[in-house]
């Protein structure tokens, strides 16, 4: 049953001979999921065959049990924000939002109603009768959103959605992306940008030479790379003692001391790993300010998958 | 009996889209070519009217052959084929070129449905263009011939002539516009296809008879108020007769729009290949 779900089944595209995506299996849950992965490695090619841009050379996709071939059907619940910076000649931001949801059959009176409450959502109200030419290039990815979710859709699909937007807009968008993730719906989210995505998504697709190299929350994928001691960074009082004792343990492969009363552990087995902390803690009565995972990050994922040598210019 | 939601839905989006077309291909920058082009008869024959020496202004039943042959020969085989050509090859190269095609195409409608409307759009305006253009022509032929010249214009016999001619008009909008349609979605320059179809028009009087039956421009004639004189080396056919010539304009305009709605099914947005 994929009536709640993105299901993705051995997709591939070919441009030719070039490869755009190549068996991709997926599944996505309602939440906002984020889609990362070096420039060229197969994000948009993926999100246009999710809306049907583009017809898969194999495989299949349903969204909440609609294929993308069913536009009639399909984009009542999906809205995609596409990376392209274009749109109709001479278009006002209220007439392009107008005009897209008059094709959702709503009446004037109703796409009116919609469209202002879209534009306010984006913050583009005072903007709404100038003509989108004029706008700048956050403004135009704003309008963008507006277009992407003036219909309420229940599947989101936002390609490089922060692109051109200030610190503050940023903050904003990912408020709503938040927002509408909560509200049940699913919002994916491809970017670049490693620690917008580790801050708002709830899992992710990392995506490498058109193939899917993880799938999943961050932290599940993290204790699946098995070759990649987990790192813990310990703040204490007495981080040498700590690390003097942490250094017998057989599962840590490393201690090292950093900053201001800092240190790092590598280990190969966390939960173990924490069991003799606490342990060592009682015996050398050693002050604890905080124990946190310092690799289970998108970033830290991304460089152990994908490495920084990827040419993605990702942040 | 009432329409169920989805029908309404349905009209409701092709009249939108319909109507976006009509906006975009007369107030948008693609008018201007259009709008260039039916002023040519227009000022043509406005300079004849000027310029008409006495001896033909006394002869007014010279106003009914001449304008069938400036018909026949400028205006549906020049002016109405490339009028619909500029109109209808825009209708889905005009928004891929522009790169704001993926708008439409993420509407909750069935490709065949965006196609049936655009075509209506784009039939709409071309009979919103030709008709005038077409009505204002045979007025600058009658009028400069005075009085007798209006009266034969508003007899029953010319009014008649006139009302043929727009059929004529309209009948090649549906024809030519749905193959410009399927042009417009089948080639990424599809002037060149329009101007090798012109070529095969314009040679449709020197065709065998069997030839003649794949061209618009030999139904179309069918439909003539006043016979043409036969041109050297024209090959003389039977005339078909125009029940027959509406149906078969009638179906090659539907064949052609149900074949572009069929392409449209696979339609793939990808900018940087156009």
Redesign the interface.
């Known amino acids: 049953m994929s009536g709640d779900r993105i299901v993705v089944r051995d997709l591939s595209k070919f ?1 030719g001979e070039v490869l755009g995506v190549n068996h991709v299996n997926l599944e996505v849950r309602p939440g906002l999921t984020g889609l990362v992965g070096p420039n060229g490695s197969g994000k948009s090619t993926l999100m ?1 065959l999710l ?5 898969p050379s194999g495989g299949s996709i349903e969204v909440l049990g609609i294929t993308p ?1 069913r ?6 619940l999906l ?2 924000c ?1 990376q ?1 910076d ?5 278009a006002t931001g209220l007439g392009f939002l107008r ?2 949801l ?6 004037r009176a109703a796409a009116d109603e919609r469209a202002w409450r879209a534009l306010e959502r984006v913050g583009l109200v005072e903007a709404a009768r100038r003509r989108i030419a004029g706008y700048s290039k956050g403004m135009r990815q704003r309008i963008k959103l507006a ?1 992407a979710c003036c219909h309420d859709p229940r599947v989101l699909v936002l390609d490089e959605p922060l692109n051109g937007l200030d610190p503050m807009g940023r903050a904003e968008m990912i408020d709503l992306f938040t927002t509408l993730a909560r509200e049940g719906r699913h919002v994916i989210v491809s970017s670049h940008i490693l620690h917008e995505v580790d801050a708002i998504s709830d899992g992710v697709i990392m995506i490498h030479g058109g193939s899917v190299v993880a799938e999943g929350a961050i932290r599940a994928v993290r204790s699946e790379i098995t070759s990649q001691p987990i790192q813990v960074l310990i703040r204490s009082d007495r981080p040498q003692v700590l690390a003097a004792r942490l250094f017998e343990l057989e599962r840590v492969v490393e201690a090292k001391l950093v900053g201001d009363g800092g240190l790092l552990v590598r280990t190969r087995d966390a939960d173990a790993f924490y069991t003799e902390l606490n342990r060592i803690v009682l015996a050398t009565g050693a002050e604890i300010e905080t124990v946190a995972p310092a690799d289970e990050s998108v970033h830290a994922v991304y460089d152990y998958l994908i490495g920084e040598g990827a040419g993605g210019g990702t942040t | 009996m009432s329409a169920s939601p989805d029908d309404r839905v349905r009209r409701r989006q092709v009249a939108t889209l319909a109507a976006a077309v009509m906006r975009r291909s007369l107030l948008g920058r693609g008018a201007l070519p259009v709008l260039l082009l039916v002023a040519m008869p227009l000022t043509l024959l406005l300079l004849r009217a000027l310029f008409m020496p006495d001896a033909m202004r006394a002869a007014p039943t010279r106003a009914t052959t001449e304008f069938a042959e400036a018909f026949h020969y400028f205006l549906l085989r020049f002016i109405v084929f490339f009028a619909n050509a500029l109109v209808f090859v825009r209708l889905f190269r005009g928004e891929i070129l522009e790169q704001s095609f993926h708008y439409t195409l993420l509407a909750p409608l069935k490709r065949e449905l965006l196609v049936i409307a655009k075509y209506l759009g784009g039939v709409a305006t071309a009979v919103l263009v030709l008709v005038p253009t077409t009505t204002l022509s045979w007025l600058l032929a009658y009028l400069p011939h005075g009085a007798a010249g209006r009266s034969l214009a508003l007899s029953a016999e010319g009014l008649g002539d006139l009302a043929a001619y727009l059929v004529i008009v309209c009948l090649a909008c549906l024809a030519y516009g749905a193959l410009f349609l399927l042009a417009g979605l089948f080639f990424r320059n599809p002037m060149v296809p329009a101007v090798l179809f012109l070529g095969w028009e314009t040679l449709t009087p020197f065709l065998p008879p069997y030839l003649k039956a794949l061209s618009f421009v030999h139904y179309l004639a069918s439909f003539a108020p006043v016979p043409l004189s036969s041109r050297a080396f024209a090959v003389l056919a039977q005339p078909v007769a125009p029940w027959l010539a509406l149906v078969a304009l009638l179906a090659a305009a539907l064949a052609l729009v149900a074949l572009a709605a069929r392409l449209a099914r696979g339609l793939e947005v990808s900018y940087a290949a156009d």
């Open positions: 441009y246009h809306t049907g841009l583009l017809r071939d536009p009639e059907e399909l984009f009542r809205g995609y596409t392209y274009s749109f109709p000649a001479g005009h897209a008059a094709l959702h059959g709503l009446d277009h």
